[in-house]
């Protein structure tokens, strides 16, 4: 009561900060008319100025105020917009690397122009991160205008592009791109041999739209590069064919953790099947030996029990293509890992390709913490607060909307029966669209919106076609006779293409639009329509001219008058079919009605069989409402009713939020490694040679070696001679009198140290000689490069498999984390030592021969990974002849003597000499 009254009389802790920034505000309002008298060439040339100040020694706290006064002129004679003050505060906000959440149609867009001209202006590089290319390249052409006219570069990362623009696009003052491609170019970067190879210059300053989209919802899901295995398609297709054996009463589902096991039953009848197929030949399905079936059969048995065509994943084509649930979008080139995408496939009959192994991964989190200074912004974030402090250090400020907000957000009706619940969404639709008023109708799942479409189909409405460029035309027509036409259209993940036009028009008076979910889509629904949309697709085959113009105002007048009729009705209405696991996905929902100050309502139906009810509601909800006489498709509506699924709701998302924690805490381990090798990397790739680092190596091999062997202040008799003359010829490819050296009088264990190490040391220098100084500075990196990757790959895989068994340890009363942690630390001092162990084995084996490649040769061939040292040398073809004479003949290659790496080949074909002649092989 006391707090309630403290907050009206002062201000809950988000208004006094908004306040605060009240006075920078009036500050960049007082420089308005001083910043809009001056010319084109005086406000662009402030970049240059701004920069010098900065070069002098200003913080960019001290430039804010003039900046952003630039920026908004700048967006006011280029984009014909002008930021409001509440813009400001949240590029403020941004600036400081916080979170503000703006409501939808508040202009986020505009509002990252601020701070990004601010932080772009240190020339360290800023990037806007989207969710998908669509924004990706929509928002860096729109913006680059404005930033361009002050003299910024622009660039943008979308999937599909080649290295050589992504390194001119990460150049760039401001990158814009998608938080895939920036993770997977991290990886990428730290897969390459050379530094100039390498794309990102750094992570400085990063601003993420839909922040909750992308480091909450998709933060589940870690980025993983791999290559392929061994193919094992027809174990799936088999042990797809034996799962229906099995009866309900073999396996137990439990839809609150996402899980399913065998019962004992269970595993009994599945043996039984297996070795009806042939697939258990011998012991029984957990022994060692059959421990494949048993990862096999636990994914089919996932595919079949847990996952949902057109709810989880869709098939498109031969294959089968992950649904994100928070966007319902198609998350192309994504694949579930572990074999459990190769089972879905098998489900459904499509190809199953080969599994892979990972070869980098990196989970969002520890991506978007590599950043100095991180910021987002976004609609739906007060509801996720914790988590963005815990976990990102980010701090969530609502920011107030320019125009107070008049939508009215009405009680949920609930309903028995999902059928009945279907039923009163129609009857609703109907009521709603008589009156002219547009509908955006809200759905979990594809399967959910098709199943809606269908009802409404029954009800005699027709699905719009979009491939058809004059679907709309019949509600256009029907809104100008003051009518509305029984048709509705449908955006979901089978529509990607056509998304933005479809929910562009959504506002038309009386559309009814049917969508997933609304998150992320970059497009507002303004009432009456999109009239610049509309215009550019009606229009798209006119040339510009007087005729395009009149066209162009008779549909602006056209939309203007369909708004009219849309405010009238009230506005756009929102009408969920079920509520989400988590609450920020319906207010994203809802959030799409009552833009800048629009009228609009909004109101969800739910049924005791939607999953949330089902699972986190009470069972005894049923046998209540049937007590209290709730007949055939009548609702029960209370406010007590939306906090109790409310707090299902909460519940849903604690436990979310403590499995995204659980799996960080894990992968916090492999973070710390991973930043050690790939830092460790970079240092080996910027060094000009590594020959101090493989020196070191080997005698850290010789050391080793002897220690091994020759126990601590042990008598000669102790020593296992014979095992270390094993170990030197293994690891230095040198044959030792070590036998013999042991038995002279008074030889010590030091003594013995240094002949091996000084005999390596020599035959390590003749290989020098013999090959050249130049070849081997080059394979001496390559050899530590390659190798250290192939064993970096060999460990994740080791830390994945402990990781999925090492909670067993706590049935021994120790914690898992702990355990694997330390377990992780052994193998990763394992790693190091194994890597000194065939970096020097590989090099003491290294001979090089010339060879004289076709031209067709793939570029930049070499050896990778490179083969274990003990399994004979690796060869490689000379960078150079030792033959040094006047005249070049490109027809022999012997009259060329030394070439440069980055010269041109002399035979002619105009490759640089590294990529033709002088190729490694």
């Known amino acids: ?49 701004f920069r010098q100040q900065l070069t002098n020694g200003a913080k960019l706290d001290d430039l804010l105020v003039p900046a952003f006064a630039t920026v908004r002129e700048a967006a006011k004679r280029v984009l014909g917009q002008r930021p409001y ?121 990063a601003i993420v739209d839909e922040v909750d989209s992308i480091l909450v919802d998709e933060a589940r899901t870690p980025l993983i590069i791999s290559g392929p295995l061994d193919d094992k398609s027809d174990l799936y297709v088999t042990i797809d064919k034996v799962l229906p054996g099995l009866v309900p009463a073999d396996y137990e589902v439990d839809e609150k953790q996402r899980t399913v096991s065998l019962t004992e039953a269970g595993n009994e009848h599945i043996e039984e099947l297996l070795r009806e197929a042939g697939l258990l030949k011998e012991g029984d399905l957990y022994d060692a030996h059959n421990v494949t079936l048993v990862h096999h059969v636990n994914q089919a048995l996932r595919a079949h029990a847990l996952f949902t065509r057109d709810k989880d994943y869709i098939v498109r084509g031969d294959e089968v293509v992950i649904i994100d649930e928070f966007t319902g979008r198609m998350m192309q080139g994504r694949r579930y890992s572990e074999g459990l995408h190769q089972a879905l496939e098998a489900k459904e009959n499509v190809t199953v390709q080969p599994e892979n192994a990972t070869l980098a991964s990196i989970t969002f989190q520890n991506y978007f913490r590599l950043y100095s200074k991180l910021a987002g912004m976004t609609g739906t974030a007060a509801t996720e607060a914790d988590e963005f402090f815990q976990i990102y250090k980010l701090e969530v400020l609502e920011i107030p909307t320019n125009v107070p907000v008049s939508r009215k957000d009405e009680d949920d009706e609930v309903y028995r029966t999902f059928e009945e619940k279907v039923r009163g969404v129609i009857r609703e639709i109907q009521a709603a669209q008589e009156n002219g008023q547009p509908i955006l109708v809200g759905t979990t799942s594809i399967e959910r919106s098709e199943l809606v479409a269908e009802m409404l189909e029954k009800a005699g409405y027709k699905l719009l076609d979009f491939t058809d460029p004059t679907a ?124 800048q100050g629009d009228p609009g309502r909004s109101k969800f139906f739910l049924s005791l069989q939607d999953d949330l009810m089902r699972i986190f509601g009470s069972d005894r909800m049923d046998g209540m409402l049937t007590k209290l006489g709730l007949k055939e498709d009548e609702a029960i509506v209370h406010p007590w009713i939306n906090k109790a699924v409310e707090k299902a709701q909460g519940k849903v998302e604690a436990r979310n939020f403590d499995i995204r924690k659980n799996i960080l805490k894990y992968d916090d381990v492999m973070n710390d490694q991973r930043k050690v090798v790939f830092e460790q990397r970079r240092d080996f790739m910027k060094q000009a040679s590594v020959r101090e680092t493989t020196d070191d190596m080997r005698h850290g091999v010789c050391e080793d070696l002897v220690a091994r ?105 120790r914690d898992p984390l702990n355990e694997y942690k330390q377990e992780a630390f052994e193998l990763f001092d394992g790693l190091i030592g194994r890597l000194r162990e065939q970096v020097t084995g590989n090099l003491m084996r290294i001979e090089v021969r010339f060879d004289q490649p076709q031209d067709e040769a793939p570029q930049d061939a070499l050896p990778a990974p490179f083969g274990d040292y003990g399994s004979g040398g690796v060869q490689f073809a000379a960078l150079e002849s030792d033959a040094a004479v006047l005249e070049r003949d490109p027809a022999d290659p012997a009259s060329w003597g030394r070439v440069g790496r980055n010269e041109p080949c002399p035979c002619g074909s105009g490759k640089k000499f590294k990529h033709c002649h002088g190729q490694y092989v």
């Open 1 to 49: 009561m006391l707090g309630a009254l403290a907050k009206k009389l002062f201000g809950s802790s988000n208004d006094r900060r908004v306040k605060g920034y009240a006075p920078r505000v009036a500050a960049i309002n007082a420089l308005e008319k001083e910043v809009a008298a001056l010319s084109d060439e005086a406000l662009q040339a402030r970049t240059a100025e």
């Open 85 to 205: 003050d509440v813009q400001l505060i949240g590029g403020m906000v941004l600036h400081e690397g916080a979170i503000a959440e703006m409501k939808t149609g508040e202009g986020k867009t505009l509002v990252a122009t601020l701070p990004t001209y601010l932080n772009a202006l240190e020339g360290k590089g800023v990037h806007v991160v989207t969710v998908n290319d669509y924004l990706a390249r929509r928002d860096a052409e729109w913006m680059a205008k404005l930033y361009n006219f002050l003299g910024l570069s622009v660039g943008v990362i979308v999937h599909g592009i080649e290295d050589e623009e992504r390194q001119r696009a990460y150049a760039s003052d401001i990158t814009y791109g998608t938080n895939n491609e920036f993770g997977f170019d991290y990886l990428r970067d730290n897969m390459k041999y050379e530094v100039a190879q390498m794309s990102q210059r750094g992570h400085h300053f």
């Open 472 to 595: 709309l035309e019949p509600v256009y027509q029907a809104a100008r006779e003051g009518k509305t036409i029984k048709a509705f259209a449908v955006l979901n993940a089978r529509f990607h293409e056509q998304e933005a036009y479809i929910v562009a028009q959504a506002g038309v008076p009386g559309a009814i639009t049917i969508a997933t979910n609304m998150a992320g889509r970059g497009t507002d629904i303004q009432l009456g329509g999109n009239a610049e949309m509309r215009i550019n697709h009606d229009l798209a085959g006119m040339e510009p001219g007087p005729e395009r113009d009149a066209k162009a105002a008779a549909i602006r007048v056209e939309v203007a008058s369909f708004k009219q009729r849309v405010l009238k009705a009230g506005g756009l209405y929102i009408v969920g079919t079920e509520r989400h696991e988590s609450r920020r996905i319906d207010n994203q929902l809802r959030g799409r009605a009552g833009r």
């Open 709 to 813: 062997h020759i126990p601590a202040e042990a008598y000669p008799e102790q020593w296992d001679t014979a095992a270390l003359k094993e170990g030197v010829v293994q690891y230095l490819n040198l044959d030792l009198p070590i036998e013999e050296w042991a038995k002279e009088e008074g030889i010590a264990d030091s003594e013995l140290r240094e002949r091996i190490r000084k005999l390596a040391d020599e035959d390590y220098a003749a290989r020098i000689e013999r090959n050249t100084d130049e070849v081997m500075i080059y394979v001496e990196k390559q050899v530590l490069l390659q190798t250290l990757d192939t064993l970096w790959r060999e460990h994740l895989v080791t830390l994945d498999h402990l990781r999925q068994v090492i909670g067993w340890r706590g049935y021994a009363q």
